[in-house]
């Protein structure tokens, strides 16, 4: 490695996007800021290369292999990573080295078997709940929260998403409710006992299905809430099975994949009663021409965090829905709401860090300190998206009286998701 030139490439990649920046070198020499605001301490010369190309998703591999220390306040690390990037993500000549490569649909169908989603699910979910549970809020919720109120901290936001996503699906007691990947069950416990339904949620995760079932129990919940271990392709649909009233799908399609969309939406479907609804919420990508080169999400958490994971444009996935019958009757855009969301579960990491190493993985806590904080500047700057989508299955029939014409139970407005 011809290390001068490298140098100086560093030097004037520094001063133009990163004058905050000290490099320090594997000799102690020091590049870049006299007094800067994050110091990349390297403990070799492979890094060096990654710094002068822009190379962040490397970069950040370098740090958790321990190849590279940060020293610095994570707000400030990605600021300044932000500035490094010199390509748009979203855009063509930016997604091949941002995104990871294309996945063709065999690629794609190879990836996403329910024994290789299995494996990538409790691969991510089942690091450590103890872990989680030092940045989560106290139901564990793991998905984008919303700030009805500016003000409200992380619980409260995530007490109101739970409510905006029961309230979209107009939820009444009784009903039949499915929670596709459940988590650790915040949304499946919220509407049984906000909302009085009789709900069943499904998980890939070992950790989350224990956890949920003890819940279930210390809240007196049995034969009215249950939580299954199985993958959404095994429930059982078809004539003689009774389906489900409204379902909800939050922050798990995600791992579905690209060329499983379709089957996906159309099983969805089968276990839906005709009129009901669908609450479908996931990231999305924030460009239209970037899922032309790329469905993944990036060689770093396709590494660390979430192995399989695609990402497709908002405007496919309605292409889909359409194709598999399905009517979308709402879209909502809840990209600042997760770059808020990120932010928060973030800061409460790095303020418990003494008690994440103890718990984990040195490289663990390392690459989720690097993917919740980049991931916070990603919704940030439009790179990724999170979208709600609410859906009705029609019913194929015309009603009479003033909702004529409709085919689902959707009203003609949207206040009731928002009236108090």
């Known amino acids: 490695m011809a290390i001068n030139p490298l140098i100086s490439a ?13 490099v320090v070198l594997p000799g102690g020499q020091r590049l870049g800021a006299v007094d800067p605001r994050v110091e990349l301490v390297l403990a070799d010369w492979g890094p060096l290369a990654h710094v002068a190309a822009g190379q962040i998703g490397r970069l950040a591999e370098d740090y958790v292999e321990g190849r590279a220390r940060l020293e610095g306040r994570m707000r400030d690390i990605i600021d300044i990573a932000a500035a490094l990037v010199d390509v748009d993500p979203t855009q063509p000549n930016g997604s091949a080295r941002w995104w990871r490569g294309l996945l063709a649909n065999s690629r794609s169908l190879a990836r996403h078997t329910p024994d290789a989603d299995a494996k990538q699910v409790q691969f991510h979910y089942d690091v450590c709940d103890d872990f989680y549970a030092l940045w989560l809020d106290p139901r564990r919720v793991y998905s984008c929260a919303y700030w009805r109120e500016s003000a409200a901290d992380l619980r409260s936001a995530q007490e109101a998403k739970l409510d905006h996503v029961c309230r979209k699906l107009l939820l009444k007691p009784g009903e039949r409710f499915l929670d596709v990947g459940a988590g650790w069950g915040g949304l499946l416990l919220w509407a049984a006992q906000h909302y009085g339904v ?8 070992k950790n989350q299905h224990a956890h949920v079932n003890r819940l279930i129990a ?3 919940l049995a034969g009215r809430v249950r939580m299954e271990l199985v993958d959404y392709r095994l429930l059982p649909d078809g004539p003689d099975v009774r389906p489900y009233d409204k379902i909800a799908s939050i922050g798990m399609f995600e791992h579905v994949g ?3 969309l379709p089957e996906y939406f159309a099983k969805l479907q089968r276990l839906l009663a005709p009129g009901g609804l669908l609450m479908n919420h996931g990231i999305t990508a924030g460009g239209t021409r970037n899922t032309q080169l790329g469905a993944g999400i990036g060689d770093f958490v396709e590494r660390y965090i979430f192995p399989g994971g695609e990402l497709l444009h908002v405007s496919h996935v309605l292409a889909v829905m359409a194709e598999t019958g399905w009517e979308p009757v709402d879209v909502e855009n809840l990209r600042p709401h997760y770059g808020r969301t990120l932010w928060a579960w973030s800061d409460a990491l790095e303020a418990r860090l003494r008690e994440a190493h103890a718990l984990t993985d040195e490289r663990v806590v390392r690459a989720y300190r690097l993917y919740l904080a980049g991931s916070a500047m990603a919704f940030e700057r439009g790179w990724m998206s999170l979208h709600q989508v609410l859906a009705a299955r029609p019913t194929g029939r015309v009603q009479d009286g003033p909702m004529r014409g409709a085919q689902s139970a959707f009203p003609f407005t949207r206040d009731y998701m928002y009236d108090r």
Do not use: N
């Open 218 to 220: 210390e809240r007196g």
């Open 258 to 260: 690209r060329a499983r």
């Open 198 to 205: 009789d709900a069943t949620g499904i998980t890939l995760s």
């Open 10 to 22: 560093v030097e004037s990649k520094l001063a133009q996007r990163a004058p905050r920046l000290a």
